[in-house]
């Protein structure tokens, strides 16, 4: 019976000593524990969109990362943002020509900062572009069946969070 459980945990054993390469949680980047998100920087004439995409990279940090938000003066790294480019461009008409459904995208700059050294970690632009446009953040959307701008946006701010919290991930 003893004999029957020895293989099993010699392999355990090995495993533990020597590691499988996987990690349990978020892959946090060594030494940073706390970010500080200020107000994003807005380029363009959209309202609120700003502060739609600030709230909305802060809470993707605070459900899916390692790291904690803080205040500027604490924090380990700061994640800057500026919206270079929103547009609105019509993907399907009537035969009135009556806009039918629409595309919303958007065009971002990020800068993490190492507050401590100021050593730029991580530094991308998501623009918008034909070639390019998979980096940026677009959603569409169809007033006629009742989806409006507003959902749109939100939509759009919150997959552009979600490649922005991807920077701060250590990569494999």
Known sequence: ???KWQPALILAASCAITGCGYTFGP????????????????????????????????????????????????????????????RK???SETRFDD???LQLLLGAEVSWIDRRSGRVLQQRVFPIGQ??????SQVSFAPEVGQSLATAQQEAVTRLADQIVDLTEMPW
């Open 27 to 86: 892959s946090t980047v060594q030494g940073v524990r706390t970010i500080h998100v200020p107000v994003v920087q807005s380029q363009v004439f959209r309202r609120n969109i700003d502060y739609l995409l600030t709230e909305a990279i802060q809470t993707e940090i605070k459900n899916r990362s390692g790291y904690q938000l803080a205040d500027a003066g604490i924090a380990d790294t700061i994640l800057q943002c500026k919206i270079v480019d929103a």
């Open 131 to 136: 070639a390019l446009s998979q980096h940026s």
């Open 99 to 101: 806009v039918r459904e």
């Open 89 to 91: 461009n019509p993907l």
């Open 1 to 3: 019976m003893q004999r």
